[in-house]
C-alpha cells in the first residue's frame, strides 16, 4: 500500500471530526500555496478567496450562494485555524457520544448558515454597520459554536477536565464563551460576534427541537444525500440469480420484533443515562454506563 493509498485508508477510516478538521486544514494550506502562485504571477493575492467568503452584501449571495458554506472552511492566519480547530476536536468528540456523526454534521453546517444570516441581517439592520464599506466574513467559529452549544445544552452539567482549571460543567464553558462573544463586540470584528452568537443560537435551539421531537436538520440531512449522491455511480449493477431458501421464508412474528424490542430497550436505557447525567453529571455514571453510552454514540 503506497502513501496515497494509506492517506485515503486512515481518512475512510477517521471520525467526521476528524475528516472535518482535515478539510479544513488542507483548505488552509491551498489558500495559502495558491496566494504564493499569484504572488508570483502577478495576479491578485484574493483571486479565489472573493469568491469563497462570505459578504455583507445580498446581492453578493445572489450570484454566490455556495459562499453561505464555503465560508465556514477558510480561515485567516494559523491562530484562527488552530483554535477553532482546537475546539471543535474537543466537544466534537463528546458530541458524537450522545449524536450521530450524520446530525453533527447538520449542526457544523446548518451552525455555518446561520452566522451568516445573523451576520448579514445585522449589517443591514443596526445603524452601527450603516456606512461600512466592503465587509466580508470567513472562519469555522459560527459552526464551532453550533456544535458546542448544541453539546451543551444536551449535557449541561457533564464535567470536562480542562488542564490547569480541573473539571467545569460543559454549559460553564459554552456561557463563557457567549459572553466573550458579546463583551468583545465593541472593541472590534462585531460582525463576526454576531455570527459566532448565530452559530451558538442554531446549537441551543436545535437541540430543544429534538427533545421535542422536531429535527429541524431534516432537510439539509437529505439535500447532502441528494448531493453525494449526484457524484455516486450511476452504473446499475447487472441482475442476479437469488435463490430463496423456501425453509426460511415464514419468520415467526416474535423474532420480527425482537430487533424493534432492542432498539427500544436500549434507547431507554440511554435516555436513563443522560437523565442522570443531567441531574448529577457525568462523573455520577458508572464505569458500565460510561462504557455502554460511548459504545452507543459510536454506532
Do not use: C
Not at 449535557?155 to 467545569?168: C, D, H
Not at 448531493?227 to 415464514?250: A, D, E, I, W, Y
Not at 431507554?268 to 454506563?289: A, C, F, M, N, Q
Request: hydrophobic residues 45%; proline residues 3%.
Amino acid at each position: 500500500m503506497n502513501t496515497i493509498e494509506q492517506a485515503k485508508y486512515k481518512f475512510r477510516m477517521a471520525t467526521v471530526v476528524e475528516k472535518l478538521i482535515v478539510v479544513n486544514v488542507l483548505v488552509f494550506v491551498l489558500m495559502y500555496l495558491f496566494q504564493v502562485i499569484f504572488f508570483l504571477f502577478e495576479m491578485p493575492l484574493n483571486t479565489i478567496s472573493d469568491w469563497l467568503v462570505f459578504s455583507k452584501d445580498p446581492e453578493d449571495l445572489l450570484y454566490k450562494p455556495w459562499s453561505i458554506i464555503t465560508y465556514a472552511f477558510l480561515h485567516q492566519g494559523i491562530f484562527h485555524i488552530f483554535f477553532n480547530m482546537l475546539i471543535l476536536y474537543y466537544f466534537g468528540n463528546y458530541f458524537l457520544n450522545f449524536f450521530t456523526p450524520k446530525r453533527l454534521l447538520n449542526f457544523y453546517f446548518l451552525g455555518a448558515i446561520a452566522g451568516a444570516l445573523v451576520y448579514l441581517l445585522s449589517y443591514n439592520f443596526f445603524p452601527v454597520f450603516s456606512g461600512v464599506g466592503r465587509s466580508y466574513m470567513l472562519g469555522a467559529s459560527a459552526s464551532v459554536m453550533a456544535v458546542l452549544v448544541g453539546i451543551a445544552t444536551k449535557v449541561p452539567n457533564l464535567g470536562v477536565r480542562l488542564i490547569l482549571i480541573g473539571t467545569v460543567k460543559l454549559w460553564h464553558i459554552a456561557t463563557v464563551f457567549i459572553v466573550l462573544d458579546l463583551v468583545r463586540m465593541p472593541m472590534g470584528n462585531a460582525g463576526g460576534h454576531l455570527a459566532h452568537l448565530g452559530g451558538a443560537l442554531l446549537g441551543y435551539v436545535y437541540v430543544k427541537q429534538l427533545d421535542k421531537g422536531n429535527d429541524i436538520g431534516a432537510w439539509w440531512e437529505s439535500l447532502s444525500d441528494w448531493f453525494v449522491g449526484l457524484f455516486s455511480s450511476s452504473k446499475k449493477k447487472p441482475f442476479r440469480t437469488v435463490h430463496r431458501n423456501k425453509t426460511n421464508q415464514k419468520t415467526p412474528p416474535k423474532s420480527r420484533n425482537t430487533s424493534g424490542k432492542d432498539k427500544d430497550e436500549k434507547q431507554k436505557k440511554i435516555d436513563g443515562i443522560l437523565d442522570k447525567i443531567s441531574k448529577s453529571g457525568y462523573d455520577s455514571l458508572s464505569k458500565e454506563e460510561k462504557d455502554f453510552l460511548f459504545k452507543s454514540g459510536n454506532e
